[in-house]
């Protein structure tokens, strides 16, 4: 374990020409994000089918039933890990990690892995990033470039 693992210090990275900083996320952060996200659909999805019902009593007794039944516990981690391990999660956790310490946006995050997919190495760093953003291995390397600045790099390790 590095002592960038320990304290957990913003790395700086170059992706498609552009420097970013990062700092790892806590799986607290991650699935208290995700979690809620797929509680809000399951509240939404309840609200448009009780607005197609007519009778106001059997609309309010659905809700108040369907309510109880919104995912928790096990199921709700279940959907919350879900989303993560899709392309829209790894897009969603880069943004939360940029978004700290870079003023980017949603979109921006998202037309950044967009327009790189077809470019391979590109798109290995950007796997390689969430990786580290969620504490899975990868290789961290500080590299010095010709004008004597730090630049770290953060690609994947491949395992034999």
């Known amino acids: 374990m590095q002592v960038i693992d320990v304290a957990n210090h913003p790395v700086e990275f170059d992706i498609a020409g ?3 900083k ?5 799986l607290l952060d991650l699935y208290a994000v995700f979690e ?3 509680r809000k659909e399951s509240i939404s999805d309840i609200t448009a089918i009780a607005s197609q019902m007519t009778d106001s009593k059997e609309r309010i007794q659905f809700s ?3 309510m109880k ?6 199921e709700l981690e279940d959907l919350a890990r879900s989303r993560m391990d899709s392309v829209a999660g790894g897009i969603k956790m880069l943004h939360i990690a940029l ?14 892995v967009n327009d790189n997919r077809d470019n391979p190495s590109v798109d290995a760093q950007i796997a390689a990033i969430v990786n580290y953003i969620i504490g899975h291995d990868v290789v961290v390397e500080e590299k010095i470039d010709p004008n004597d600045s730090k630049k770290t790099v953060i690609k994947t390790e491949k395992k034999t």
């Open 18 to 20: 552009k420097t970013f």
């Open 22 to 26: 990062i700092k790892r996320l806590s």
């Open 99 to 112: 978004s700290e310490l870079n003023q980017i946006s949603y979109d921006e995050v998202k037309a950044l």
């Open 69 to 74: 039944e919104l995912p928790k516990g096990k």
């Open 36 to 38: 809620s996200e797929a």
């Open 64 to 66: 108040k039933e369907a």
